[in-house]
Nanobody
Framework: QVQLVESGGGLVQAGGSLRLSCAASGRTARSVAMGWFRQAPGEEREFVVAIRWSVGITYYADSVQGRFTISRDSVKNTVYLQMNSLKPEDTAVYYC???????????????????WGQGTQVTVSS
């Protein structure tokens, strides 16, 4: 089992920044990719960004490209999501996910991730 614990959400004005963290524990070696998804009220869960842990290759949704940055700390088993130039449409619950995705996987598909965090609320006011 892998446990994921997110932190860092909150309320910020448009144009501001937040950094989310996701600490992984347990059998993390089986989870070769980690990602962030978000879900706004009444909407489906949406892919934000993912990273292949061993090689650091990243995949971004078009809506966040250039504004958000994912990074990892292999010592702390933690992945970070730096969010800059936030917009009101970024408001959602952000979820960290981990799964055995590799080269050729479709990182945008939430069903391919088998571990999820509890979510952290991000609210961007206009």
């Amino acid at each position: 089992q892998v446990q994921l614990v997110e932190s860092g959400g909150g309320l910020v004005q448009a144009g501001g920044s937040l950094r989310l963290s996701c600490a992984a524990s347990g059998r993390t070696a089986r989870s070769v990719a980690m990602g962030w998804f978000r879900q706004a009220p009444g909407e489906e869960r949406e892919f934000v960004v993912a990273i292949r842990w061993s090689v650091g290759i990243t995949y971004y949704a078009d809506s966040v490209q250039g504004r958000f940055t994912i990074s990892r700390d292999s010592v702390k088993n933690t992945v970070y999501l730096q969010m800059n130039s936030l917009k009101p449409e970024d408001t959602a619950v952000y979820y960290c996910a981990a799964g055995p995705l590799t080269y050729g996987s479709n990182y945008r598909v939430p069903e391919l991730y088998n571990y999820w965090g509890q979510g952290t609320q991000v609210t961007v006011s206009s």
